[in-house]
């Protein structure tokens, strides 16, 4: 049975970071992205990373201060976000595909994990 189990959420300043962290179980996936969901809007995607952890594509608004990696070892996908603005406010979630492609689209993925709430106070 697959499961992605984020974790590493919570409340934050703004200008602090977190890191959020997905363990996968069940088996592994070539391509591991997050995505987040805030109220009342569309789940938008933020990052992706190929298995080998040397491609990796970032959403526009996230690039310089968010970082995804991976480790195949603990079949886990993290992501590192610094300079945390209070727009970062959302519910954050993993994701994972069989496919080589870095999809940008929840159709791309093939698994989700629960998601973890990420707030960032002013």
């Known amino acids: 049975q697959v499961q992605l189990v984020e974790s590493g959420g919570g409340l934050v300043q703004a200008g602090g970071s977190l890191r959020l962290s997905c363990a996968a179980s069940?088996?592994?996936?070539?391509?591991m992205g997050w995505f987040r969901q805030a109220p009342g809007k569309e789940r938008e995607f933020i990052a992706a990373i190929s298995w080998s952890g040397g491609s990796t594509y970032y959403a526009d608004f996230v690039k310089g201060r968010f970082t995804i990696s991976r480790s195949n070892v603990k079949n886990t996908v993290y992501l590192q976000m610094n300079s945390l603005k209070p727009e970062d406010t959302a519910v954050y979630y993993c994701?994972?595909?069989?496919?080589?492609?870095?999809?940008?689209?929840?159709?791309?993925?093939?698994?989700w994990g629960q998601g973890t709430q990420v707030t960032v106070s002013s």
């Open positions: 069940g088996r592994t996936f070539s391509t």
């Open positions: 994701a994972a595909a069989s496919g080589l492609r870095l999809g940008r689209t929840d159709r791309d993925y093939d698994y």
